[in-house]
């Protein structure tokens, strides 16, 4: 079975940094590419963030580039989602996924996921 747990949320102020973790387990985390999204209220679930299978090649929302960071270590099979110079926007449900095998191209998509994380809470004040 597929678990992918996040941790890392929390408050913080404007201009703060968090660091967001997913574990995963009973899938083939190193052959997997690898997302973050996110879900304020009342608005739908969007890309942030995603890596490709070996770390390599990495994407942004324009929303997040220069401030957030993804990365992955696959002896340990956990995803990493660094955020700084955070804003009220960001606030959201932040939630790691994992593409399915057969999806090309970006990880933007909600619809590319096969499996989800149950989300970590990040609120952002001001």
């Known amino acids: 079975q597929v678990q992918l747990v996040e941790s890392g949320g929390g408050s913080v102020q404007a201009g703060g940094s968090l660091r967001l973790s997913c574990a995963a387990s009973?899938?083939?985390?190193?052959?997997?590419?690898m997302g973050w999204f996110r879900q304020a209220p009342g608005k739908e679930r969007e890309g942030v963030a995603y890596?490709?299978?070996?770390?390599?090649?990495?994407g942004y929302a324009d929303s997040v580039k220069g401030r957030f960071t993804i990365s992955r270590d696959n002896a340990k099979n956990t995803l990493f989602l660094q955020m700084n110079s955070l804003t009220p926007e960001d606030t959201a449900i932040y939630y790691c996924?994992?593409?399915?095998?057969?999806?090309?191209?970006?990880?933007?998509?909600?619809?590319?996921?096969?499996?989800w994380g149950q989300g970590t809470q990040v609120t952002v004040s001001s």
């Open positions: 996924a994992a593409r399915r095998p057969q999806a090309m191209g970006t990880f933007f998509s909600p619809s590319s996921a096969k499996y």
């Open positions: 009973g899938t083939d985390f190193k052959n997997t590419w």
């Open positions: 890596i490709s299978s070996g770390g390599g090649f990495t």
